[in-house]
C-alpha cells in the first residue's frame, strides 16, 4: 500500500505481558516516528530513527519501552512487563527526512487489563 | 514551560461558512508549524506546513497563517462542508530535532 501500516490494529495484553507492535513506514522515507495518543489529547512524542540509526529516544517513558529499526525499513515498538497506564494509541509516522511532512498509520490500540 | 494552546471547545459552524482555528504557543521557536486532520479511530493526516518565514500558505480551500512574533497560527476552511468536520492538530517542531509537539486539537462541526 501507499501509506503507513500498522499493525496489530487493536491489541489486549494482561498486566505483566510483553507486546510488540509493528510499523510499516512508506517505502523511501528515511525518517520513522513513534507517538502516544491519550484520549482526548494530541500525539506525544516516544522516539525517532533516521534509517537504523535512533537519534532520539528521550520521550520513551520508561525503560521497559524499547524500539528498534534494524534494517532502516520496518520498525517494531515492544514495551516489556505492560503496565495499566501503557493503555493508549501508538501511533507511528514517517517522512522523506528533516523537516519534512509527516505521515502517519491508523496506530494500535493498546489495552492492558 | 512549554505550551500549545488550541480551542479545547467544539466549533460549531454551518456549511458555507468560514472555520477558523488558532493556536497559540509559548516558549518554544519553532522553525515550522504543521497542521493535521484526525478522523475519530485513525490516525492524524497532514494537511499543510508553513515554514517560520512564509506568513501564508494556501491549498485549496484551506489557509494557514504563522506569525513568529504574536506566536500563532490561524487555521482557516472555507466554504465549509459536513464532510469537513474531524479534529485539527497544530504541530510544531522543536528547533534542531525533528520531533513534533502537538496541541490537544480542536473539533470542528460542520452542521448541514
Known amino acids: 500500500g501507499a501509506g503507513v501500516s500498522q499493525s496489530p490494529r487493536y491489541k489486549v495484553a494482561k498486566r505483566g505481558q510483553d507486546v510488540a507492535l509493528r510499523c510499516d513506514p512508506i517505502?523511501?522515507?528515511?525518517?520513522l516516528f513513534w507517538y502516544q495518543q491519550a484520549l482526548g489529547q494530541g500525539p506525544e512524542f516516544l522516539t525517532y530513527?533516521?534509517?537504523?540509526?535512533?537519534?532520539?529516544k528521550s520521550g520513551l517513558p520508561s525503560d521497559r519501552f524499547f524500539a528498534e529499526r534494524p534494517e532502516g525499513s520496518v520498525s517494531t515498538l515492544k514495551i516489556q512487563r505492560t503496565q495499566q497506564e501503557d493503555s493508549a494509541v501508538y501511533l507511528c509516522?514517517?517522512?522523506?527526512?528533516?523537516?519534512?511532512?509527516?505521515?502517519f498509520g491508523d496506530g494500535t490500540r493498546l489495552s492492558i487489563l | 514551560s512549554q505550551k500549545i494552546e488550541q480551542n479545547s471547545e467544539a466549533l460549531n459552524i454551518q456549511e458555507g461558512k468560514t472555520a477558523t482555528l488558532t493556536c497559540n504557543y509559548t516558549?518554544?521557536?519553532?522553525?515550522?508549524l504543521q497542521w493535521y486532520r484526525q478522523d475519530p479511530g485513525r490516525g492524524p493526516v497532514f494537511l499543510l506546513l508553513?515554514?517560520?518565514?512564509?506568513k501564508e500558505k494556501r491549498k485549496e480551500r484551506l489557509k494557514v497563517t504563522f506569525d513568529t512574533t504574536l506566536k500563532q497560527s490561524l487555521f482557516h476552511i472555507t466554504a465549509s462542508q459536513p464532510a469537513d468536520s474531524a479534529t485539527y492538530l497544530c504541530?510544531?517542531?522543536?528547533?534542531?530535532?525533528?520531533?513534533?509537539?502537538f496541541g490537544k486539537g480542536n473539533q470542528v462541526v460542520v452542521i448541514p
Open positions: 504541530a510544531l517542531d522543536k528547533r534542531g530535532n525533528n520531533r513534533l509537539a
Open positions: 508553513i515554514r517560520e518565514n512564509e
Open positions: 509516522a514517517s517522512s522523506l527526512g528533516p523537516e519534512q511532512p509527516q505521515h
Open positions: 517505502s523511501g522515507h528515511v525518517s
Open positions: 516558549n518554544y521557536s519553532p522553525a515550522y
Open positions: 530513527f533516521q534509517n537504523e540509526a535512533q537519534l532520539d
